[in-house]
C-alpha cells in the first residue's frame, strides 16, 4: 500500500487566495518531499524537508512537518491559476537505501 | 544528458505481447526508480534499483514484470504477456543521495502504454 495520503483529493480556489494541501504516513521517514505534476507526465520537485525540521519556506511555498502526528502540509500563498496542478507527497524511508513512495496526490485548481 | 530520458513516450501494443520501456537516468544518479501511474491516480512504486545493491522488487505487481540496471546506469522494464490493466504511464526517476540524506528525484516524461 502507498505510504503518504492526500487530502483533500481536490481543490477549487480562486486566484489570489491561499491552497493548503495535507499528507498523512505511517512508518518513520528520513524525509518528505512535495513535488507537482502538470500534465499527467513528469513531475517536478518543489521542495523536501528533513524529518528534524519543523518548517521550511521556498517563494510562495510553506511546508510543515510534524513527526509525531506522521503528517506535513504543504501551502501555497497568493495563488496564480498557473499554481493548477496535482500535488504530490512523497515519504522516504531508509531501507537500506532510501525508498520513495508517492501518496494519491491533491488535484488543485485556481479559477481566474 | 541533461535529464532522465524515457523511451518510448507512447507504445500500443496488443494484448498478449511483450513489452520494454527504456529510462537512461541522469549521468552520476546512483538511484533509479520506476513508478506506474493510472489516469487521473496517484503513483504507484513498481522497483528501486540502488547503487550495487540488490533491487527492490516489492512493488512489481506480478511476475509478468521485470526490470534490469546494467552497469549502475541504463535501466529497461519489461511486461510480458501484456494485459489491458496494465495500460498506464510508467514514470522513471532518479536521484543522488550524500551525506545519508536522500535527494530529489529527478523525473523523465514518462511511457504512455496503451494494451488493446
Known amino acids: 500500500s502507498q505510504q503518504g495520503e492526500e487530502d483533500p483529493q481536490a481543490l477549487s480556489i480562486q486566484e489570489g487566495e491561499n491552497a493548503t494541501m495535507n499528507c498523512s504516513y505511517k512508518?518513520?521517514?528520513?524525509?518528505l518531499q512535495w513535488y507537482r505534476q502538470n500534465s499527467g507526465r513528469g513531475l517536478v520537485h518543489l521542495i523536501l524537508?528533513?524529518?528534524?525540521?519543523r518548517e521550511k519556506h521556498s517563494g510562495r511555498l510553506r511546508v510543515t512537518l510534524d513527526t509525531s502526528k506522521k503528517s506535513s502540509s504543504l501551502l501555497i500563498t497568493a495563488s496564480r491559476a498557473a499554481d493548477t496542478a496535482s500535488y504530490f507527497c512523497a515519504t522516504v524511508r531508509n531501507t537500506g537505501g532510501f525508498k520513495t513512495i508517492f501518496g494519491a496526490g491533491t488535484r488543485l485548481f485556481v479559477k481566474a | 544528458g541533461a535529464g532522465v530520458s524515457q523511451s518510448p513516450s507512447n507504445k500500443v501494443t496488443e494484448k498478449g505481447k511483450d513489452v520494454e520501456l527504456r529510462c537512461d537516468p541522469i549521468?552520476?544518479?546512483?538511484?533509479l526508480y520506476w513508478y506506474r501511474q493510472s489516469l487521473g491516480q496517484g503513483l504507484e512504486f513498481l522497483i528501486y534499483?540502488?547503487?550495487?545493491?540488490?533491487?527492490?522488487k516489492s512493488g512489481l505487481p506480478s511476475d509478468r514484470f521485470s526490470a534490469e540496471r546494467t552497469g549502475g546506469s541504463v535501466s529497461t522494464l519489461t511486461i510480458q504477456r501484456t494485459q489491458q490493466e496494465d495500460s498506464a504511464v510508467y514514470l522513471c526517476?532518479?536521484?543522488?543521495?550524500?551525506?545519508?540524506?536522500?535527494?530529489?528525484?529527478?523525473f523523465g516524461e514518462g511511457s504512455r502504454l496503451t494494451v488493446l
Open positions: 524537508i528533513r524529518s528534524n525540521e
Open positions: 526517476a532518479s536521484s543522488l543521495s550524500q551525506g545519508g540524506i536522500a535527494g530529489e528525484l529527478f
Open positions: 549521468s552520476g544518479h546512483t538511484a
Open positions: 512508518t518513520s521517514i528520513n524525509n
Open positions: 534499483f540502488q547503487g550495487n545493491s540488490a533491487p527492490d
